[in-house]
């Protein structure tokens, strides 16, 4: 609330006539503009592809021998990749290391060399995740890790969670406008201020004819603040 002064003037009869000020106040509603507040909209999506890495790792105490042994043992998994429908804009190198093997107790003394190289491979059938896996191991993948699940792409999914994210500031501040009795609303502006996607909670089972898979949602979050002014 806002305070007005209001002076007034009061003349005393009885003796000596004299003009004394007093303060009174009148007290003056505030005519609230707006109401901001923010909102958050949801979706969950079905994952589309899953990122895997494949890693293999060869040792010898020739270094040759090492990289020789690694690089068909690679060649072989690009292979087997391309023949289960995995284009090579799919398959990528994550890293490739030559390290040194030193005596236990010696380190000045090297006994042989290891050699690994990881590929990450985007399988875009998810339901053959498990599989690819198998088939992995099975020539020569020493490691597998990092599978992590995607949706190509997010758009109409966080479209729809921006309409929830108004939605749900809206009923905000109807409830805000109800309780304190302030008149009806209108939306006068909406910002929109981030949003992320991430796993959520509704597990989903993926190759039956291998290794078992199981992944999340994709859950897409948008956020907005939106003003309401009073009609």
Known sequence: MTLSILAVGITLIGGASQSNTVMATSVNQVQYSNITVTGVGVVHVRPDFANINLT?????????????????????????????????????????????????????????????????????????????????AAIGVTSVGGVQFGISDNTS?????????IESAEQKALLLSAVTDIGDIKIISVKETNYYGFGGYSYRSYSVDGTPIRSNDIEVTAHVEVAFGIV
């Open 56 to 136: 293999v790792e060869t040792r010898n105490r020739n270094l040759a021998e090492a990289q020789k042994e690694n690089t068909q043992r690679v060649q072989r998994l690009i292979k087997m990749l391309g023949e289960q429908g995995i284009s090579e804009d799919s398959i990528c190198t994550s890293w490739f290391n030559i390290y040194p093997e030193h005596d236990y107790g010696h380190y000045d003394r090297v006994s042989g060399h290891r050699v690994s190289n990881q590929l990450n491979v985007k399988v875009r059938d998810i339901n053959n995740v498990g599989k690819i896996i198998d088939l992995a």
């Open 157 to 165: 999914a966080y479209n729809a969670a921006l309409v929830k994210a």
